[in-house]
T-cell receptor
Framework: DAGVIQSPRHEVTEMGQEVTLRCKPI?????LFWYRQTMMRGLELLIYFNNNVPIDDSGMPEDRFSAKMPNASFSTLKIQPSEPRDSAVYFCASSGPLISGGTQYFGPGTRLTVL | AQTVTQSQPEMSVQEAETVTLSCTYDTSESDYYLFWYKQPPSRQMILVIRQEAYKQQNATENRFSVNFQKAAKSFSLKISDSQLGDAAMYFCAYKEAGTYKYIFGTGTRLKVLA
């Protein structure tokens, strides 16, 4: 299996621009997670999807952030407009059913720099 | 609320030696999972090992093994025959069975000395 795929791997943009991060989960996994990692705050869960439905978006910082999962094999995280404080590494992770443990497998991450 | 504590911000080990990374957690649940993830300089979070709380046997993956002490709520990671490629940040994580939310520790940075 190819594992969780994220694109782009690096993104540099200017303040105010729209940023879209993409994720393809592991085939057969029904749960998808978006995380943000910074030195100050560590790993933060932004949003959790189960069977393509957003279940918990309490970690989404503010209305500038939105996430979608139109089908089982694709998800996006969008920031509009972007701000310098959004600079971080964004991870997508996926897992199988919770009843079988729900071990999360992470993608390689997208390093976002907002100037 | 559940918490995960990694009390060693940084550790060093000589190549080919053995090192143990500590992790303690707090929970009132009896059914849960514990994990160790490795984050090398490439930044990818890589699953190293997983332990189910209901299993008494300690999990092992090649050179990586855990010492799971359920009563003491301790979950340490032992790396044997350390290699330069083991240098990374290591995160301990807890997840209650049947839930989706991970609780991560703050990480331990492991340096491997040649």
């Amino acid at each position: 299996d190819a594992g969780v795929i994220q694109s782009p791997r690096h993104e540099v943009t200017e303040m105010g621009q729209e940023v879209t991060l993409r994720c393809k989960p592991i085939s057969g996994h029904n749960s998808l997670f978006w995380y943000r990692q910074t030195m100050m705050r560590g790993l933060e869960l932004l949003i959790y999807f189960n069977n393509n439905v957003p279940i918990d978006d309490s970690g989404m910082p503010e209305d500038r952030f939105s996430a979608k999962m139109p089908n089982a094999s694709f998800s996006t995280l969008k920031i509009q407009p972007s701000e310098p404080r959004d600079s971080a590494v964004y991870f997508c992770a996926s897992s199988g059913p919770l009843i079988s443990g729900g071990t999360q497998y992470f993608g390689p991450g997208t390093r976002l720099t907002v100037l | 609320a559940q918490t995960v504590t990694q009390s060693q911000p940084e550790m060093s080990v000589q190549e080919a030696e053995t090192v143990t990374l500590s992790c303690t957690y707090d929970t009132s649940e009896s059914d849960y999972y514990l994990f160790w993830y490795k984050q090398p300089p490439s930044r990818q979070m890589i699953l190293v090992i997983r332990q189910e709380a209901y299993k008494q046997q300690n999990a092992t993956e090649n050179r990586f093994s855990v010492n799971f002490q359920k009563a003491a709520k301790s979950f340490s990671l032992k790396i044997s025959d350390s290699q330069l490629g083991d240098a990374a940040m290591y995160f301990c994580a807890y997840k209650e069975a049947g839930t989706y939310k991970y609780i991560f520790g703050t990480g331990t940075r492991l340096k491997v000395l040649a």
